[in-house]
């Protein structure tokens, strides 16, 4: 029997769809590839164009009858959109939705952090409000079961009188090995429209406060000037929120997907320091590319992997320590299969997996 699983996709409609954005699109081709389960996913559209981060996303789209920024205060009380065949409703984000489909149905929500807590300097009021409210809202909701995919949350939840048996932690993925990496010679020519030649150190992410940025361009700044190998530093991602002095990086922005792994591939190392991090995705992909990674002690997704260089991230010269011994550690096929091993765990199928198991 078919099961049907409506996953909400609001996120992608969002100016900054962020790591949920990634999350969603993940989830959905993870639950393509579960081997034999017989499972219809449909995405919950809010109204309006369809952006472009959900034009390739491979399920059919329900439309709900409102946009984004209405369905996010509405959801919390009426299930908009929701087709009554669902087996499963997941809200995919706090937005929602939190019911609806046929009798029976599961209803579920994905909980990813608490950073409008734990980054309040880097959250606007309302923001912080607005997760604060749904907060309260999902511990009321005991039908609502809760996923978390960063470390530690769960029990963080359970202490703020959370009912454990609602909580299932899942893991969150990279498996993306169907799209090809841009070539050596493609990365290279972009790297040189930029100014970049040679080595150089690869940041990808949001460009906001939280992110760190400032300190990772003065630490870098200082381990390159005794490590000239480091190059230069090159920013990936889009501005985020708040204002961020990228100094003396370079910064290329928004770019496709093949050339973004293809750039994990060719750096010389990664680096990613936030002062808050709810998972932290970046890292995960860099060793998955086989690739030198420095991340702050405030990143969840690689706290406990040995092959990462982790350091301060509110301390300068902690970073820049970091950066010279990354660059010390070895590069050869060895080294490079033992990274990509250590987060061979998490992939999107094993994450579908973990929902499927969470839904049961």
Excluded: C
Excluded at 7 to 18: A, K, S
Excluded at 262 to 280: H, I, Q
Aim: aromatic share 6%; no cysteine.
């Amino acid at each position: 029997m078919t099961r049907t699983i409506t996953l909400g996709i609001d996120q992608l409609y969002r100016r900054q769809p962020g790591g949920i954005a990634t999350y969603v699109r993940g989830l959905v081709r993870g639950l393509e590839h579960v081997d034999g389960a017989d499972l219809e996913v449909l995405g919950l559209a809010p109204r309006g164009p369809v952006p472009s981060l959900a034009v390739g996303l491979g399920i059919p789209l329900v439309s709900a009858p409102l946009s984004v920024e209405p369905l996010t205060r509405l959801w919390k009380y009426r299930a908009l959109g929701v087709p009554t065949r669902s087996n499963v409703v997941h809200a995919t984000s706090m937005a929602g939705p939190y019911g609806g489909g046929a009798a029976h149905a599961v209803h579920s929500v994905a909980l990813h952090d608490l950073l409008w807590r734990d980054a309040s300097s880097a959250t606007i009021a309302r923001g912080a409000r607005f997760h604060e409210d749904r907060l309260r809202f999902l511990k009321r909701r005991e039908d609502l079961r809760l996923f978390t995919s960063s470390p530690g949350l769960r029990e963080l939840l359970i202490s703020e009188g959370f009912d454990g048996a609602r909580i299932f932690p899942v893991r969150l993925g990279v498996d993306d090995d169907a799209q090809t990496s841009a070539t050596v010679e493609v990365v290279r020519d972009e790297l040189a429209r930029h100014g970049v030649n040679g080595p150089f150190t690869l940041y990808v992410g949001t460009r906001e406060p939280r992110k760190n940025l400032e300190r990772l361009v003065e630490a870098h700044h200082q381990a390159r000037a005794a490590s000239p190998e480091l190059g230069p530093l090159v920013l990936v991602g889009p501005s985020g929120w708040g204002g961020v002095d990228t100094g003396d990086a370079t910064v290329l922005g928004t770019v496709d997907r093949e050339l973004l792994k293809g750039l994990y591939r060719d750096a010389t190392l990664f680096a990613y320091v936030p002062v808050a991090e709810g998972w932290g995705l970046p890292p995960v992909e860099a060793l998955h590319a086989g690739t030198r990674v420095i991340a702050s002690t405030t990143t969840p997704s690689v706290a406990d992997n040995d092959e990462v260089v982790r350091v301060d991230p509110l301390d300068v010269a902690s970073i820049a320590q970091g950066l010279v011994r990354a660059l010390a550690t070895d590069t050869d096929e060895a080294s490079a299969i033992r990274r990509r091993a250590s987060v061979a765990g998490l992939t999107w199928v094993n994450s579908a997996h973990d929902h499927l198991a969470g839904w049961s």
